[in-house]
Nanobody, 122 residues
Framework: QVQLVESGGGLVQAGGSLRLSCAIS????????MGWFRQAPGKEREFVAS????????YYADSVKGRFTISRDNAKNMVYLQMNSLKPEDTAVYYC???????????????WGQGTQVTVSA
């Protein structure tokens, strides 16, 4: 069974940076697309970014394009989300997600971590 554990969240001022990490257990990681989602208070969970199984293809939500970068290290079973130029509207719980596909769209994820809180102050 796959387990996803996020870390790296915290409180940061607007304009600052954070790097989220997701540790994955289970043999299926290497051949699966990974993603990051977020959910702000009172809002639905939304897609942030995804990366294909080999890291060759990435997708981003328009709201984070140019500021966030998703990456993975298959040798370490890790996925990362580098977040720069953070804005108060980026405040949310961030979730790591696993897909059964090699390359996944926002609706193709079916395993989730517990989330890590990111708070951006104005």
């Amino acid at each position: 069974q796959v387990q996803l554990v996020e870390s790296g969240g915290g409180l940061v001022q607007a304009g600052g940076s954070l790097r989220l990490s997701c540790a994955i257990s289970g043999r299926t990681f290497i051949s699966r697309a990974m993603g990051w989602f977020r959910q702000a208070p009172g809002k639905e969970r939304e897609f942030v970014a995804s990366i294909s199984w080999n890291g060759g293809t990435t997708y981003y939500a328009d709201s984070v394009k140019g500021r966030f970068t998703i990456s993975r290290d298959n040798a370490k079973n890790m996925v990362y989300l580098q977040m720069n130029s953070l804005k108060p509207e980026d405040t949310a719980v961030y979730y790591c997600a696993l897909s059964l596909k090699l390359l996944a769209a926002a609706g193709d994820f079916n395993s989730w971590g517990q989330g890590t809180q990111v708070t951006v102050s104005a």
